[in-house]
């Protein structure tokens, strides 16, 4: 028998992740444009070690891609929504094929698979409420793994800048820049000076 996965799971839980990895990954968050020169000086490495450690993070899967993020009204989008799906049966089979068909549809910005008494709940980002209704009577209804269908109108949407990072506790106390160079730029206390 094939063993299966959670697929939220393909990175191990232990990435091996240090202090600096952890660093690097905040700032591209914040901003993933940084050069490799401006990102080495934010975590304080040479920009050969931040280089490599980049290079390592993107090989194992830790940084999945990098995002441009564009603003719907240009480019069309009047509507976004979740739409709400619950399927008739639970089997790994149809839950996979639906998957498959929900990231195949271009309107649709995210899949979530969730627990409730929905099985999953879809991002969609369309013209207008009519190519909405299109694609719910089209896409969704007409499935026959589908048993229900509802959907929410999203009358604002702002996604936060990044993901929080929770790593080992080790790698979340130590700073990324040296303490001495924090140290060094503090005033003395009007205590030590009298």
Do not use: W
């Amino acid at each position: 028998m094939e063993e299966t996965s959670n697929r939220l799971r393909k990175t191990p839980a232990d990435a091996g992740l240090d202090r600096i990895d952890f660093a690097i990954l905040e700032a591209l968050q914040k901003n993933a444009r940084l050069s490799n020169k401006e990102l080495a000086a934010e975590v304080g490495l040479a920009q050969s070690s931040c280089l490599a450690r980049v290079a390592r993070l993107r090989e194992t899967g830790v940084l999945k891609s990098f995002h441009a993020e564009v603003d719907a009204r240009a480019v069309g989008i009047g509507l976004q929504a979740m739409i709400a799906v619950r399927l008739r049966q639970h089997s790994r089979e149809l839950v996979e094929e639906f998957r498959r068909h929900a990231l195949s549809l271009p309107q649709v910005l995210a899949v979530y698979h969730v627990a409730g008494a929905n099985d999953f709940l879809l991002h969609v980002a369309v013209r207008d409420a009519d190519h909405l209704r299109d694609l719910g009577m089209d896409a969704f209804t007409t499935r026959p793994e589908v048993a229900h269908m509802e959907t929410s109108l999203i009358f604002e949407y702002v996604r936060s800048p990044g993901m929080p990072l929770y790593g080992p506790a080790e790698a979340q106390r130590a700073p990324a820049k040296k303490p001495e160079a924090v140290k060094r730029s503090r005033k003395p206390s009007r205590a030590g000076a009298r």
